[in-house]
């Protein structure tokens, strides 16, 4: 009897490959490049937009320094300033003295209005009004921020 040699056998399994997803980078890429071709650009316009001219210098910090008048407006309708009660005539005289003061350039000088919320709003029209009439155009009005 004659053996047979049996041939030794490879076992073939498939294996399982990693499947985590992977993330194409080239999009990214391109959207970089183009992010920075845009602000290279961006700034040479910017560039040609600013003149070679001499500006002039600052003196001290109050050259530029707006004045800041603080105008209430009371519920009945009263115009006080620094605890004074003043009429539209009187609001007139002292925005002409801080015009005065600030060298009689209206954007010097800024004008806040606190006006009572249960007022009416005349009060706070007339001060508008006359605040235009003297060509004061910074005015703001203050609110109070919910918290």
Do not use: C, Y
């Not at 005349?122 to 155009?137: A, E, H």
């Amino acid at each position: 009897m004659t053996k047979e040699r049996q041939q030794p056998t490879m076992k073939l399994t498939k294996r399982r490959r990693d499947t985590r997803p992977e993330m194409d980078m080239t999009p990214m890429i391109d959207i970089v490049f183009l992010l920075i071709i845009f602000f290279m650009t961006v700034t040479q316009v910017s560039k040609l937009n600013k003149e070679q001219v001499e500006l002039p210098k600052l003196k001290g910090s109050e050259d530029q320094k707006p004045a800041v008048l603080t105008i209430n407006v009371t519920e009945d309708e009263e115009i006080i300033i620094s605890g004074r009660s003043l009429s539209v005539d009187d609001l007139i005289a002292m925005l002409n003295r801080e015009l005065r003061r600030v060298g009689d350039n209206p954007r010097m000088l800024s004008v806040v209005i606190r006006a009572d919320q249960r007022g009416r709003s005349g009060g706070v029209s007339s001060v508008v009004r006359t605040l235009k009439r003297l060509n004061i155009l910074k005015v703001r009005i203050a609110v109070e921020v919910p918290q």
